[in-house]
């Protein structure tokens, strides 16, 4: 362990120093050459692996302690130790995961320099001021996470808050190198605070551009959902390797919290995705319509299918796992009309619009649209159901927690009525707009989203401030049986974790291939041969390699994670608590 | 025999990303290629040429096509069709030609009424049209309903000139580097030479800019040293023993280096 924490060390110092003596280098190297070609796979190549590992592998650490810290907080007021344990555990995971990150960065930059000296002469004359104030929070982040972790026995008991401060304190460091380095991708997509040929005028313009804030928001969010997904993804490997009935009942306990945390955030990403694509068009419409009707007009047919295999598997999981609740059998008869609209749901949002098709499909068709189901493409019926879809998987989890309980407030037939009609006015609402949309401008029609997504989310605070009171002190009818879930839940986790993180693969692609053959966007072209914007499928091919590498990766940092831990439990650190039969909260 | 849980939950990781990765094969494959500089200055050119690469550019380098269509209403901008014609009819006492350029020069300028003002202006980045191929287009807009009639001095000054097009022969330029410019005693170049002394320049055109070639000959203690390399050995006298002629073949030769093993010149 004190070998680990010295690499570590010595990495970031490592990465530290190259970082700042960098802009020299590169400036040296941009005298010889523009673009050097990396060995075999070509530079384009060897920077996309690596920078899509980086990024996998820094959205987990970043997301984890989001929600980790959150559980430790409910472990702290409550006094449940299975959630401080749940913490510890999480943390542990992002722990094993931080000199690789740290190590995958620290190649990026080597890759920058070495193969694009001219970009990175450009990109640090504008930046260079945030590399010190990147370099600072790396310390900052890299101290705090260590003094939360090694410190969570030595700040126990009345030191607790101090714990729990530390926690959130790493939190905000991380955040703010999330911010910072989202400056940097942002301003090669929209850059900002540059005159007409490139110059710097405005450090603050460089970094507030146009994308930065949607991004934050959207990579923070996607951030926890990832997190998630993975954490519940390593529960779903722990549970079918369990041996016994209650290391069964911790690990289907644990993911289920880690799931629970994915679907939350994962309701949310689509709104800060439209916020993005909005920002993206102010910048220049050209690129958005690029992005959207151009040659990218495909991708987003398969980004509708991940999204659909994301929500629907969301869902079968909440259903298989009310089949361990007893008193869940009133609520089956729903699951039907759930799949129903989740599933033309999906349909209308793989429904593409505006895609290149030759003459011959044209003439086929009738038009550049299909007659009949063209009319599904556009935003207004992409908008309507995913807004019910994400209205569906609300309903979803809202009977799978109120399954083993019954209220025993007098006001019950009310608040449930009530409830419904909450439900049934947010979906008026969606759908009014949704088909007002055709008749109005697309200026207006872009507005209309903003009273869809208000319903949706009004509807959930709404329905959620009846539901809690409601159910306080309910009758329970009978305890969650953790463990006893059926095997095939646990890969439909890992069919969500994979899922989501091959769809991170490909939004990052979309967001960089958005530039075409710009390094950054109608400044600074890119001039290499690399500079084709290659297919989905050579995209496809390349996502695939890097996820199944970093699943590889995940796994045995996992496993070298583990092995330090063995025997800790028995000596009294951090001792699982027995989940079995205990009530969900 | 029992597989283990990390094996069947690694082979069902691997299905499911097969899945996709198929999927995403299996729809139409669309790149993106960067655009071509093209260059008519000076050049001789029939109208039907200007007009067949101008329809060439709307298409392609301007992204015109993802707005405009001819001959069908488009929501984010106007059908083009007839506005040969009808260009003459917008403002009183413009020509068709004159409002046809100022529209792709200062897109805001002509609004057409119930359009928003979202196209960019053509000859500035990142589309960023040159004088050449603003000249085509508007020969191409001007074909649509009327006659062509556009000049290359109808376009201004002030847009972008074409980036000259290098007129060398590899081939000649391959003979130079063997011979005349001594090149192959230091350098390698595919399958030809296997002298250590200078950077091999198998893929010289992969990695460096064809100014960067140019000014390397002419100056090159002025273009820096390859690390690992003596500086000062490469002759700066090239400039003075070549003739422009076998200067110009001798880059063109260069940029033909693009790490395919023998040299291509050679292949031809």
């Given at each position: 362990m004190r070998f680990r924490r010295s690499a570590l060390a010595l990495l970031t110092l490592s990465a530290l120093g190259l970082l700042l003596a960098l802009p020299a280098v590169a400036q040296e190297a941009a005298r010889t050459a523009e673009y050097r070609a990396f060995p075999v796979i070509g530079s384009r190549l060897a920077v996309w692996a690596i920078a899509q590992l980086h990024l996998n592998f820094a959205a987990f650490i970043l997301g984890v302690p989001i929600f980790a810290v959150i559980i430790e907080i409910m472990g702290w007021r409550t006094g449940e130790q299975r959630y401080d344990w749940l913490s510890h555990e999480f943390v542990k995971l992002t722990f094993a995961a931080f000199s690789t990150t740290a190590l995958l960065g620290a190649l990026l930059l080597f890759l920058f320099v070495g193969y694009y000296p001219k970009f990175w002469a450009y990109f640090s004359g504008i930046f260079y001021p945030t590399f010190w104030v990147y370099a600072l929070l790396f310390f900052l982040e890299t101290f705090t996470v260590y003094l939360w972790y090694y410190g969570w026995d030595w700040l126990s008991g009345s030191k607790k808050w101090i714990h729990v401060s530390l926690g959130v304190l790493s939190n905000l460091f991380g955040t703010a190198i999330l911010f910072v380095s989202n400056a940097w991708v942002t301003f090669m997509t929209s850059p900002g605070g540059i005159d007409e040929a490139g110059n710097l005028t405005s450090l603050w313009g460089a970094i507030n551009n146009y994308t930065w804030m949607p991004l934050n928001i959207h990579r923070l969010i996607a951030n926890v959902v990832f997190g998630g997904t993975i954490a519940a993804a390593y529960a779903a490997v722990r549970f079918l390797q369990a041996k016994t009935d209650e290391e069964r009942a911790r690990y289907d306990w644990m993911g289920y919290v880690g799931n629970f945390v994915a679907i939350s955030a994962l309701m949310v990403l689509p709104f800060a995705g439209y916020w993005l694509g909005r920002e993206i068009y102010a910048f220049n419409q050209t690129m958005g319509i690029t992005m959207m009707?151009?040659?990218?007009?495909w991708l987003w047919v398969v980004q509708a299918i991940l999204i659909g295999v994301l929500f629907i598997g969301s869902n079968y999981y909440l259903w298989l796992g009310?089949?361990?609740?007893?008193?869940s059998e009133r609520y089956r008869r729903y699951i039907p009309y759930m799949i129903m609209i989740l599933a033309a749901g999906f349909i209308v949002w793989a429904t593409p619009r505006s895609i290149p098709v030759t003459p011959s499909e044209m003439r086929v068709m009738g038009?550049?649209?299909?007659?009949?189901?063209?009319?599904?493409?556009?935003m207004s019926a992409k908008n309507t159901a995913v807004n019910l879809m994400i209205l569906t998987t609300f309903l979803s989890y809202l009977l799978y927690r109120r399954a083993n309980k019954e209220s025993v407030k007098p006001w019950v037939g009310t608040g449930m009525a009530v409830q419904w009609l909450i439900f049934a006015a947010a979906a008026a609402i969606v759908t009014f707009y949704g088909v007002y949309g055709?008749?109005?401008?697309s200026i207006v029609r872009i507005g209309f989203s903003v009273y869809q997504v208000l319903a949706v989310l009004g509807a959930l605070v709404l329905v959620m401030a009846i539901d809690i009171p409601m159910f306080r002190g309910a009758r329970s009818?009978?305890?969650?049986?953790?463990?006893?879930?059926?095997?095939?839940s646990q890969y439909v986790l890992i069919l969500l974790a994979v899922t989501f993180t091959w769809l991170m693969g490909l939004m990052g692609f979309a967001r960089s291939g958005i530039?075409?053959?710009w390094h950054v966007y109608?400044?600074?072209?890119?001039?290499?041969?690399?500079a084709v914007t290659p297919a989905l499928g050579y995209a496809a091919n390349m996502i695939t390699v890097v996820t199944a590498v970093f699943f590889a990766l995940v796994l045995f940092i996992f496993w070298l994670g583990g092995l330090g831990e063995k025997g800790k439990a028995e000596a009294g650190g951090h001792a699982a608590p027995a989940i079995a039969g205990g009530s969900h909260r | 025999m029992r597989v283990p849980v990390l094996g069947k939950v690694s082979v069902f990781a691997l299905l499911v990303m097969g899945a996709y990765t198929y999927y995403a094969n299996s729809i139409p494959q669309l790149q993106s290629k960067p655009p071509e500089e093209l260059s008519l200055e000076g050049g001789n050119v029939t109208p039907e040429q200007l007009v067949k690469a101008g329809e060439g550019i709307f298409k392609e380098?301007?992204?015109?096509?993802v707005c405009h269509r001819i001959g069908q209403k488009g929501t984010r901008a106007p059908d083009l069709a007839g506005i040969g014609a009808t260009a003459a009819k917008r403002?009183?006492?413009?020509?068709a030609k004159a409002y046809i350029i100022e529209s792709l020069l200062?897109?805001?300028?002509h609004l057409v009424e119930?359009?928003?003002?979202?196209?960019?202006?053509?000859?500035?980045?990142?589309?960023?049209?040159n004088r050449s191929e603003l000249w085509a287009v508007a020969a191409f807009l001007e074909s649509l309903g009327g006659t062509?009639?556009?000049?290359?001095?109808?376009?201004?000054?002030t847009a972008v000139a074409a980036e000259v097009k290098l007129p060398g022969d590899p081939k000649a330029g391959q003979a130079v580097f063997m011979g005349?410019?001594?090149?192959?005693a230091c350098h390698k170049a595919g399958a030809i030479g296997a002298s250590?002394?200078?950077?091999?320049?198998?893929q010289i055109a992969k990695i460096q800019t064809p100014e960067y070639i140019m000014a390397k000959i002419l100056n090159p203690a002025g273009m820096g040293t390859v690390a690992g390399y003596p500086a000062?050995?490469?002759?700066?006298?090239l400039g003075q023993t070549l003739t422009a002629r076998e200067y110009l073949d001798l880059v063109a030769f260069l940029l033909t280096?693009?790490?395919?093993?023998?040299?291509p010149a050679a292949k031809k």
């Open positions: 009707g151009g040659f990218m007009s009310m089949e361990r609740i007893p008193g038009g550049a649209h299909h007659p009949v189901l063209g009319v599904l493409g556009v055709y008749f109005v401008e009818t009978g305890e969650i049986r953790w463990g006893t879930i059926a095997p095939r530039r075409q053959h109608g400044v600074l072209r890119d001039t290499s041969p690399d | 380098k301007g992204t015109c096509e403002k009183p006492g413009m020509t200062d897109p805001g300028a119930g359009y928003p003002n979202i196209m960019p202006k053509v000859d500035r980045p990142p589309i960023g049209l062509v009639g556009v000049k290359l001095d109808d376009i201004p000054k005349k410019g001594g090149c192959i250590p002394v200078g950077p091999d320049l198998s000062g050995v490469m002759p700066a006298t280096l693009k790490g395919e093993g023998a040299a």
